[in-house]
């Protein structure tokens, strides 16, 4: 079972950047499709960005489009997430996951980390 744990949440103001971590482990992580979640008090996790297992698929949630970036680097079993021009909207806890893909959407693995906070101030 691969262990995720992510990390580079802070907060920052309106307009700034952070770029997030998830580092996996495990011998896996390059044959797995990843994808970046977050989750604000009371609602369901969102799935904001994927990446496929080579890296060269990206998709993202509309809120984050043009602004957030997903990479990964497949040497180091770890994967990204630039944010930048962060909203207050987007504070919340983010999560990393493995994903697979069944007809058009992704559904992510039962194991989930324990997630990193971004908090974004107006």
């Known amino acids: 079972q691969v262990q995720l744990v992510e990390s580079g949440g802070g907060l920052v103001q309106a307009g700034g950047s952070l770029r997030l971590s998830c580092a996996a482990s495990?011998?896996?992580?390059?044959?797995?499709?990843m994808g970046w979640y977050r989750q604000t008090p009371g609602n369901e996790r969102e799935l904001i960005a994927t990446?496929?297992?080579?890296?060269?698929?990206?998709d993202y949630a509309d809120s984050v489009k043009g602004r957030f970036t997903i990479s990964r680097d497949n040497a180091k079993n770890t994967m990204y997430l630039q944010m930048n021009s962060l909203k207050p909207e987007d504070t919340a806890v983010y999560y990393c996951?493995?994903?697979?893909?069944?007809?058009?959407?992704?559904?992510?693995?039962?194991?989930w980390g324990q997630g990193t906070q971004v908090t974004v101030s107006s």
């Open positions: 495990g011998s896996t992580f390059s044959v797995n499709s």
């Open positions: 990446i496929t297992n080579g890296g060269s698929g990206t």
């Open positions: 996951n493995t994903v697979r893909k069944y007809g058009s959407r992704w559904y992510p693995a039962d194991h």
